[in-house]
């Protein structure tokens, strides 16, 4: 059963000091939605082949998996405004190194140095939902807090904005100017993202937040009862000691999840481009995107909407099952189409899946440690992203674009399988619902 709830999102529109961080952090996503697919559209219409683009593509992915998780927890430990700059500042770097040897059409190896260091690019998507979590958590917006469901909705309206405009502003750009035209203008979008967010302080969570208002909580319980306050506590637990992708059953089983989505999605991408090519029109890969885009961002804000009342591991078994399926039909691509008819069909299932396994992490993971928990997820996605657009690539120099699909409806099958087979691990690691904390200074 579920009940629909049309004026959910008014909350969140009157939380008028989160529109700064939330313009920041669209466009940084604007850099990061066009990653795979720009440096693939910018590295073949300069005439490098398909298998170095995905090469390419790939180690910008694999660098991403293994350095922003990282970069994450070292900001759940000294705060956004510390760490975000430096580690903007190498990922630029890397693009410029990327453009820089596109542009004089020099030799492969420049580029695989710059994919590597593009890599440390932070995660707005993370560190967007981790600010709307502490200013709801923490009580600092009182009664007029939105519902943390309704927070990830449109968390996903906005990304899918960034995947909807950006892959086709870069192709379109690409086509139009020269080749580095879109990973150009994605990166002063981003640049300037950083700038507003690390400019936007007053709704950045503060390192341990959520330990130091447990603690307040308990010492007062302690001197209602007349027993003496511990204090000191929560700051030593405040500091992150593992990783999360050790300590927490979920968050491994979410990331398996998204790679598979990654491995399946970015294999798509690149046959959807090899696609545009064969039928000398560039522009369909980004009208697909488009197309696809902005049925995921209707389904994602119509599905803010509605209030589920199963619980959130059957959800996210649902949820993997459906996108799985509905993208397994991949196999019967064999025009442009039936490659639109499935781009659409596979569109209407992802918010869903994005907005449902966000909600199981903010769940399942301490509120201080969620710009770490949801960078996983994405690390995890993109680990996937590092095989699929290789993978996509030699096949088609290969076999031909047709046969990359049919791979790509393989790796569909892998969502909707780990989901059932972890559903007991998914259930078991998921916390009670919140409740909002009484407000607190923050120090």
């Keep these: 059963m579920a009940a629909v709830s049309p004026g959910v999102y008014k909350k969140v529109l009157q939380v008028r000091s989160a529109y700064a961080f939330d313009i920041a952090c669209l466009l940084m996503r604007f850099f990061g939605a066009m990653l795979n697919i720009g440096v693939v559209t910018m590295l073949t219409l300069s005439g490098y082949s398909f298998f170095t683009a995905g090469l390419a593509s790939s180690l910008i992915a694999l660098s991403i998996f293994v350095v922003t998780p990282r970069v994450s927890k070292r900001i759940d430990e000294r705060g956004q405004s510390a760490v975000v700059p430096?580690?903007?500042?190498?990922?630029?770097?890397?693009?410029?190194?990327?453009?820089?040897?596109?542009?004089?059409?020099?030799?492969?190896?420049?580029?695989?140095?710059?994919?590597?260091?593009?890599?440390?690019?932070?995660?707005?998507?993370?560190?967007?939902?981790?600010?709307?979590?502490?200013?709801?958590?923490?009580?600092?917006?009182?009664?007029?807090?939105?519902?943390?469901?309704?927070?990830?909705?449109?968390?996903?309206?906005?990304?899918?904005?960034?995947?909807?405009?950006?892959?086709?502003?870069?192709?379109?750009?690409?086509?139009?100017?020269?080749?580095?035209?879109?990973?150009?203008?994605g990166g002063v979008a981003f640049a300037v993202g950083v700038v507003l967010l690390c400019a936007s302080k007053s709704t950045e969570p503060v390192p341990g937040w959520s330990d130091n208002l447990a603690e307040g909580a308990q010492a007062a319980a302690a001197e209602v009862e007349g027993e003496p306050?511990?204090?000191?506590?929560?700051?030593?637990?405040?500091?992150?000691?593992?990783?999360?992708?050790?300590?927490?059953?979920?968050?491994?089983?979410?990331?398996?999840?998204?790679?598979?989505?990654?491995?399946?999605?970015?294999?798509?991408?690149?046959?959807?481009?090899?696609?545009?090519?064969?039928?000398?029109?560039?522009?369909?890969?980004?009208?697909?995107?488009?197309?696809?885009?902005?049925?995921?961002?209707?389904?994602?804000?119509?599905?803010?909407?509605?209030?589920?009342?199963?619980?959130?591991?059957?959800?996210?078994?649902?949820?993997?099952?459906?996108?799985?399926?509905?993208?397994?039909?991949?196999?019967?691509?064999?025009?442009?189409?039936?490659?639109?008819?499935?781009?659409?069909?596979?569109?209407?299932?992802?918010?869903?899946?994005?907005?449902?396994?966000?909600?199981?992490?903010?769940?399942?993971?301490p509120d201080a440690r969620l710009t770490e928990a949801i960078t996983w997820l994405n690390a995890g996605y993109t680990c996937g992203a590092a095989f699929g657009p290789t993978t996509a690539g030699a096949i088609i120099d290969l076999f031909g674009t047709m046969a990359s699909f049919k791979v790509g409806a393989v790796l569909c099958l892998g969502m909707p399988l780990t989901a059932l087979l972890c559903y007991r691990i998914v259930k078991r690691n998921i916390r009670p619902a919140y409740t909002v904390m009484e407000r607190r200074e923050l120090s």
């Excluded at 932070?122 to 967007?128: L, V, Y």
């Design 86 to 185: 430096k580690a903007a500042a190498v990922s630029l770097l890397g693009l410029v190194i990327l453009v820089g040897n596109t542009a004089v059409h020099g030799p492969v190896w420049p580029l695989f140095v710059g994919a590597l260091l593009v890599g440390f690019y932070p995660s707005p998507q993370a560190m967007a939902r981790a600010r709307w979590t502490y200013l709801i958590r923490s009580g600092k917006l009182g009664e007029a807090a939105p519902d943390l469901r309704t927070m990830f909705s449109y968390e996903s309206v906005l990304d899918d904005m960034a995947f909807i405009f950006s892959p086709s502003i870069s192709i379109a750009l690409a086509a139009a100017i020269v080749p580095t035209a879109g990973m150009i203008a």
């Design 229 to 365: 306050a511990t204090v000191g506590a929560g700051a030593a637990r405040s500091v992150p000691k593992k990783s999360l992708m050790r300590t927490s059953p979920a968050v491994r089983v979410l990331f398996i999840i998204y790679a598979f989505a990654g491995a399946f999605l970015g294999l798509f991408d690149t046959a959807t481009v090899s696609l545009a090519e064969d039928l000398h029109s560039p522009d369909f890969a980004g009208a697909v995107l488009m197309a696809s885009g902005a049925v995921s961002m209707v389904v994602g804000f119509l599905f803010g909407m509605v209030r589920l009342r199963a619980p959130l591991a059957k959800q996210l078994v649902v949820a993997a099952c459906a996108l799985g399926l509905s993208f397994g039909t991949m196999f019967f691509i064999n025009s442009a189409p039936s490659l639109m008819v499935v781009a659409l069909i596979g569109a209407a299932t992802y918010s869903p899946l994005l907005i449902v396994a966000n909600g199981v992490c903010e769940r399942a993971v």
